[in-house]
C-alpha cells in the first residue's frame, strides 16, 4: 500500500509555544489529507479535511486559528498547534488519500506532549 | 454514515481464525463497510472493504450479510502480532463526503 510519513515522531514542548507537525505522501499524490487527534484510551476523532491547493474544512469545535493546517503540495500537510496547552497533548495522526482511491492511508502518528 | 456497533472486546488463540461481528442495521445503499486497525501507539491500518460481496485480499476476508445489516472480519489464523484495536466504519466511497468516523472499535487479543 501507499506509504505516509509523519515527522516528528514525537515532541515535547513548552506551554505557549507552537508546534509543528508534517505528513508526506511518499509513493502517490496526495489530492486530500486527513487531520486526526486521539486522546489515551479514545478512538480517533477527525479534526480537519484539507485538499491541496484550498483551505481546510475544520469539523465542529475544532479551533482553526489554534489548529493551522496547511496542504501547499499534493505530498505534503503540515499541521501547526499554535501556543499549545497541556491539553493539547496528544497523538496526531494525518492520512491521505489520492483521486479515485477509496482508501485512506494513515500516518504512524506523531505524540505531542506540552509541559 | 451509518452507526457501527461491535463488541468492545475479543480473545483468539493464536493460529485460529478471529472472526469479528460488526453491526450496521441503518446502513444505506451506497454505504460500503471498510474495516481498519489500529496496533498501539500506531496510525491505522486498511485491511478490507466491501459492499455487497464478500471480499478476501491477503490479510483478511469480509463477509457481509445478504440484507447488508451485519458483517464479520475474519482473520483466519491470526498471530500475536494481530493484537490491536479494529474499526468497523460504513462510509460512502469517493465523492466530497469521504470522512471516516471512527468508533470504539474492538480490542482483539490473540493469545500465545
Known amino acids: 500500500g501507499a506509504v505516509v510519513s509523519q515527522h516528528p515522531s514525537w515532541v515535547i514542548c513548552k506551554s505557549g509555544t507552537s508546534v509543528k507537525i508534517e505528513c508526506r505522501s511518499l509513493?502517490?499524490?496526495?489530492?486530500?489529507m486527513f487531520w486526526y487527534r486521539q486522546f489515551p484510551k479514545q478512538s480517533l476523532m477527525l479534526m480537519a479535511t484539507?485538499?491541496?491547493?484550498?483551505?481546510?474544512?475544520?469539523e465542529q469545535g475544532v479551533e482553526k486559528d489554534k489548529f493551522l493546517i496547511n496542504h501547499a503540495s499534493l505530498t505534503l500537510s503540515t499541521l501547526t498547534v499554535t501556543s499549545a496547552h497541556p491539553e493539547d497533548s496528544s497523538f496526531y495522526i494525518c492520512?491521505?488519500?489520492?483521486?479515485?482511491?477509496?482508501?485512506?492511508?494513515f500516518g504512524p502518528g506523531t505524540r505531542l506532549t506540552v509541559l | 454514515d451509518a452507526k457501527t456497533t461491535q463488541p468492545t472486546s475479543m480473545d483468539c488463540a493464536e493460529g485460529r481464525a478471529a472472526n469479528l461481528p460488526c453491526n450496521h442495521s441503518?446502513?444505506?445503499?451506497?454505504?460500503?463497510v471498510y474495516w481498519y486497525r489500529q496496533i498501539h501507539s500506531q496510525g491505522p491500518q486498511y485491511i478490507i472493504h466491501?459492499?455487497?460481496n464478500n471480499e478476501t485480499n491477503e490479510m483478511a476476508s469480509l463477509i457481509i450479510t445478504e440484507d447488508r445489516k451485519s458483517s464479520t472480519l475474519i482473520l483466519p489464523h491470526a498471530t500475536l502480532r494481530d493484537t490491536a484495536v479494529y474499526y468497523c466504519?460504513?462510509?460512502?466511497?469517493?465523492?466530497?463526503?469521504?470522512?471516516?468516523?471512527f468508533g470504539k472499535g474492538t480490542l482483539l487479543t490473540v493469545n500465545p
Open positions: 466504519i460504513a462510509m460512502i466511497s469517493g465523492g466530497s463526503n469521504y470522512k471516516l468516523t
Open positions: 492520512s491521505a488519500s489520492g483521486t479515485g482511491v477509496n482508501e485512506q492511508f
Open positions: 509513493d502517490f499524490q496526495a489530492t486530500t
Open positions: 484539507s485538499n491541496e491547493g484550498s483551505k481546510a474544512t475544520y
Open positions: 466491501g459492499l455487497k
Open positions: 441503518t446502513i444505506s445503499g451506497n454505504e460500503y
